[in-house]
């Protein structure tokens, strides 16, 4: 059936325009096959990227407070020959002295020479507890100097005398006259046992 002459035409712009309408599409994909788009430079962070920075600083705080308080409280190694001396608040110097030069009476001793540090350590706390349930005051103890230790360190010797400021029953303690150790043994003073917890 033939289109009258009017129709024909309004019938060709249509086919026109939807031609055109494809053309453009394809027209512009074709153009931007080539297009890379712009990186953008300008980051705004979130919230995401923000917490694993502030993980990682708290990690590197931990760690370096690890080893701030290792190292503050790994005992410091004394020398061989290195005379021992501690003294706790509210002991008088006239006491300590007497301690010093061997004046007071010796009613105990523990040789922990030649033991491991684990056994040094375990046979030092029932030492102490024997004489302090015994009411015993002043005793000897000897740990040597660590010259037969490896590298000649002094390492019983250094574990002693930390072991000592910590134990709270020890008033005081030094490296006894040569007539009795020298440098590898100490006098000990232990704080004296409440007459009220004795009698319970």
Request: glycine share 4%.
């Amino acid at each position: 059936m033939k289109l009258p002459p009017k129709q024909q035409i309004l019938k060709a712009s249509l086919l026109v325009k939807k031609t055109e309408v494809i053309d453009d599409k394809a027209l512009f994909h074709k153009e931007m096959e080539q297009v890379k788009p712009l990186k953008q430079e300008r980051i705004h962070p979130t919230r995401s990227s923000v917490e694993p920075s502030a993980y990682h600083k708290q990690k590197v705080d931990l760690i370096s407070m690890d080893k701030l308080y290792s190292e503050e409280f790994e005992p410091k190694t004394v020398g061989n020959e290195e005379i021992l001396s501690f003294q706790r608040s509210g002991v008088q110097d006239r006491l300590f002295n007497q301690l010093r030069t061997g004046q007071l009476t010796l009613d105990a001793e523990l040789d922990l020479h030649g033991m491991t540090i684990a056994v040094a350590n375990q046979q030092l706390v029932e030492f102490i507890d024997t004489c302090r349930q015994e009411r015993i005051r002043c005793v000897r103890i000897i740990h040597g100097k660590g010259w037969g230790s490896k590298d000649n360190q002094p390492v019983l010797k250094t574990k002693l005398n930390a072991w000592l400021q910590q134990e709270k029953n020890v008033l005081a303690f030094c490296s006894t006259p040569i007539k009795d150790g020298g440098a590898g043994a100490v006098y000990v003073l232990l704080r004296r046992v409440d007459k009220v917890k004795a009698e319970k």
